[in-house]
């Protein structure tokens, strides 16, 4: 998990100014830790996970002072109930969806209401969704190819860790371990090798 690990490196040394992740770190609750944390997250862009044919949740506008989701034709969807996930639920009126001329576009439900869900913690991925924009955080993020991405990408290719002979976690774990040992210190050399001097 992201957290305790960022959590070490505050401990332990710096907190950081910013943290690259990619988008399976882009949760409510990760966001959320960032932000209490004075900490900037450079996330991707992640399209919505909508079915096809239907409307997407970002074309219902989410009215903060009344607490309520606007459809694109200007239905107000209310806050119904509170999930124990932390969702809260907003609910159409079905009387109102049963003749509405979207009705096909925007729900699939048999009883014609339309239900969106809003995690409680759901604005600070919307600010890291703002973020993304900034060009500081375009280019922490983009050095993230450079830095995470090409380590693993060497592990793989050139140090054998696409496929494995062993079998177990306390092997594998003993495998990856030393590779990254081998890694690091390779590194190490680089950083510290003098080129000859020029005749």
């Not at 459809?71 to 049963?98: H, I, M, N, V």
Request: proline share 5%; hydrophobic share 35%; charged share 30%.
């Amino acid at each position: 998990m992201l957290q305790p690990l960022v959590e070490k490196v505050m401990k332990k040394g710096k907190k950081p100014l910013a943290v690259a992740a990619d988008a399976a770190y882009k949760t409510p609750a990760i966001t959320k830790f960032l932000f209490e944390n004075d900490i900037k997250p450079a996330l991707p862009y992640t399209r919505p996970k909508t079915k096809e044919g239907l409307m997407r949740k970002n074309e219902y506008v989410y009215d903060e002072y009344y607490d309520c989701y606007l459809c694109p034709l200007g239905q107000t969807l209310s806050y119904a109930t509170t999930t124990k996930e932390g969702k809260r639920q907003y609910k159409s009126d079905p009387t109102q969806c049963a003749k509405c001329l979207l009705l096909a576009q925007c729900t699939s439900s048999k009883d014609h209401r339309k239900i969106i869900e809003r995690h409680i913690w759901a604005e600070y991925v919307e600010e890291a969704d703002h973020l993304r924009h900034q060009n500081e955080i375009k280019q922490i993020y983009a050095r993230r190819k450079e830095t995470i991405e090409r380590v693993f990408a060497d592990a793989k290719e050139k140090h054998c860790m696409r496929w494995t002979t062993l079998r177990g976690i306390k092997k594998l774990s003993m495998q990856a371990m030393l590779t990254f040992t081998a890694m690091n210190l390779k590194k190490l050399a680089n950083w510290t090798w003098q080129s000859p001097q020029m005749a």
